[in-house]
């Protein structure tokens, strides 16, 4: 990486779900995926960082008759997203602040392949294979603007991939509290989740959330499913009210931990519920209340051009501006 340059930067969040958005015209001062994986690991670390939990380089079109946008996520850990709902709703008030959006029309996003990737490409593991994808893989939809700075955002997220239960025939949970009958249902969207239904974490705190985060992502996934589903976000999913179109969900994230806010993770909670009879697929809306706040998901419905889509709407907001010197990240 030089180290003669600072490097601007915006920093949003979808409901607490934070990134920093940087120009790609900056990646040309880094020589490799390891370089810019490293760079993401020190900018979100959150006492020695700005603090987010994610990167997000953006590359606009050079032709302003274009909309064209390409952006790569990369996760508070250095590894690459494949998806994540809450940073493609920060770039959508991004793009009507930079007035590249209207927040009226459809707009793709398609992803963003650095140059020297091209050179490096034995280096992509089959797991970031998406990285190499062409073709649009999210939609903004619409927004509903507050001010310059808040809006509410709605993205198609598509829909399932696979979606299959996976039965746990041992005692692996049991010292979570009362798992005995739960089977949880595996999500495969433009990134994998893992999602557990039961009444049981109402009882939970954050610290439980985070160990059973932890072990379902890591020793239940290798030891009760040999390893048959890929490391996956873990989504934790209860009844919230009376109103069956209103759930409580936590998130253990792939390559951030617990979060404050999964956009995809409540797209999955979404497709467990129905997969297991929870709702109708009819229902219009179902409300996720997140740590970091509520979001929404719709049933299926048909866009023109994208065919069939699940949307994911929830808030977003700029939190501020600035420049990273480059001393901070030698």
């Not at 020589?31 to 960082?49: V, W």
């Not at 007035?99 to 593991?125: H, M």
């Not at 507050?146 to 696979?162: Q, R, T």
């Not at 209860?238 to 759930?247: D, P, R």
Request: neutral net charge; glycine residues 6%; proline residues 3%.
């Amino acid at each position: 990486m030089h180290s003669d340059f600072n490097i601007e930067f915006e920093k949003f969040h979808g409901a607490s779900n934070d990134f920093i958005f940087i120009s790609d015209s900056y990646l040309k001062f880094f020589s490799n995926q390891n370089e810019l994986k490293k760079f993401a690991e020190k900018i979100c670390d959150r006492n020695q960082g700005i603090g987010a939990d994610g990167v997000v380089f953006y590359q606009y079109p050079l032709d302003q008759n274009t909309t064209l946008v390409n952006i790569l996520i990369i996760n508070s850990d250095g590894s690459f997203a494949g998806t994540c709902g809450n940073a493609l709703r920060c770039l959508g008030l991004k793009l009507i602040q930079d007035k590249k959006w209207d927040g009226l029309n459809s707009f793709p996003i398609f992803r963003l392949l650095p140059a020297f990737f091209t050179n490096q490409l034995e280096t992509i593991l089959s797991e970031e294979e998406f990285i190499l994808q062409k073709n649009s893989f999210a939609v903004l939809t619409k927004a509903n603007v507050h001010n310059l700075n808040d809006a509410n955002v709605s993205v198609a997220m598509g829909k399932e991939i696979e979606i299959f239960q996976t039965p746990i025939q041992d005692h692996s949970l049991a010292n979570f509290g009362n798992f005995e009958n739960i089977t949880p249902i595996f999500v495969s969207l433009s990134n994998p989740h893992w999602v557990f239904i039961s009444s049981e974490f109402l009882k939970f705190n954050k610290k439980m959330y985070e160990e059973f985060g932890h072990y379902a992502q890591n020793d239940l996934r290798q030891k009760a499913l040999k390893n048959k589903i890929p490391l996956a976000n873990i989504g934790m999913l209860s009844f919230h009210e009376k109103n069956v179109s209103h759930w409580n969900l936590v998130v253990y994230e792939r390559g951030a931990g617990l979060t404050a806010c999964c956009g995809s993770g409540g797209v999955a909670a979404r497709i467990a519920l129905e997969h297991s009879l929870n709702i109708s697929t009819q229902l219009n809306e179902v409300f996720f209340k997140m740590p970091g706040g509520i979001i929404s998901i719709s049933k299926i419905i048909t866009i023109e051009n994208y065919g069939e889509q699940r949307i994911l709407s929830g808030p977003s907001k700029k939190v501020f501006s600035g420049n990273i010197p480059h001393y901070l990240f030698q």
